[in-house]
């Protein structure tokens, strides 16, 4: 019965005709491929791996959550005396609901992060970085695992699965389609743990069809995006990263904001813990923004790698289906030390 109600308030919530939005991840920082494009490359090291792993809504749909996967691979070079670029691979698979609609994505990604100032002799560096990302996807579903209103007998109350559906479905996968994404991102460093950035991004530049029917024309609808962050010290061993993000697609608007305090040993094998807190606000379609959920996690960061997991507690109009049970999620880097002679210096976030 929850599960009926809850996919009730869902159609209702979104009477407005259906339309594709792209899957997000609340620990956005660790996941900053699928972010903005122009974060490619935004690390210390010549090499970078990000996997990530998130699943929601089991506590109301336990044998069908909402489960979204990432993956992305990134090697970076000096391109100039003071330059660098990146090339980096990317895919995403999302899964959501009972008629199992997937996502796919791939991506080959690309940057150039371009010194503005900075050297021995100044007291900050500043980069401005441009990227990009031209790729392929696809969506599919299970249709039969659908009913429709025209299957519900209203003389026995239930849904008789016998009865025609009246549509029309003649595929249960979307043609490959080409997709662009481009992005630009601002930071200075002012000391080893005081800095700050600032980026945006378009994606689905090209507006691809993804319509089922084949000859119609459903489009993935362009989606921006505005990121904003930095490190403010407390003292040596102490900071907090704040961070905020806010997007848009279509009539859709999704917006985090909260901050990660981090402390470390200070020493040359650096390991450091972070904890945090970051609030999520998101519209029903036209309607005003509403607070949808906190996200608590907690990051261990090693001298190559860092582990982070998070939970969202729910405290939206579902929480009373979903007893404040959202999403849990899992991310784990892994960052190869550049050589000396490469080494460039990155915010943290």
Request: hydrophobic share 40%; with cysteine; proline share 3%.
């Amino acid at each position: 019965m929850r599960v009926f109600l809850f996919a009730f308030m869902f159609l209702v919530g979104n009477s407005n005709p259906l339309s594709a939005q792209d899957p997000i991840f609340g620990q956005f920082y660790a996941a900053p491929n699928h972010l903005n494009p122009a974060m490619t490359g935004l690390f210390q090291g010549s090499v970078r791996v990000n996997l990530n792993y998130r699943e929601q809504w089991q506590s109301i749909m336990p044998s069908t959550p909402f489960r979204t996967m990432g993956a992305s691979f990134e090697w970076r070079n000096r391109a100039l005396k003071n330059d660098y670029f990146t090339l980096a691979f990317n895919a995403l698979r999302d899964q959501v609901g009972t008629s199992n609609f997937t996502t796919t994505r791939g991506n080959i990604g690309f940057s150039y992060a371009k010194q503005l100032s900075g050297g021995r002799y100044r007291s900050s560096d500043q980069f401005l970085i441009a990227g990009g990302q031209v790729g392929a996807g696809q969506h599919k579903l299970n249709y039969e695992k659908l009913w429709f209103s025209r299957q519900f007998d209203a003389s026995s109350g239930d849904v008789n699965l016998t009865l025609s559906n009246g549509e029309n479905f003649t595929q249960t996968s979307t043609d490959m389609y080409l997709d662009f994404n481009a992005g630009l991102l601002w930071y200075a460093l002012f000391d080893d743990n005081l800095s700050i950035y600032a980026g945006g991004a378009m994606f689905h530049l090209n507006s691809p069809n993804i319509s089922f029917l084949g000859d119609a024309n459903e489009v993935l609808s362009r989606r921006w995006l505005l990121n904003v962050g930095g490190e403010i010290p407390f003292s040596k061993q102490l900071s907090i990263l704040p961070g905020f993000m806010i997007t848009g697609q279509n009539v859709s608007r999704t917006m985090m904001m909260g901050g990660n305090l981090r402390y470390t040993n200070r020493d040359w094998r650096e390991v450091a813990l972070r904890a945090g807190v970051f609030g999520q606000v998101s519209n029903k379609l036209e309607d005003e923004m509403l607070f949808h959920s906190l996200i608590f996690g907690a990051t261990l960061e090693m001298e190559k790698w860092s582990i982070g997991i998070s939970y969202d507690v729910n405290v939206s109009s579902v929480s009373a289906l979903s007893n404040g049970r959202g999403a849990y999620e899992l991310s784990f880097i892994y960052v190869q030390p550049a050589k000396y002679r490469e080494k460039v210096k990155c915010p943290k976030y």
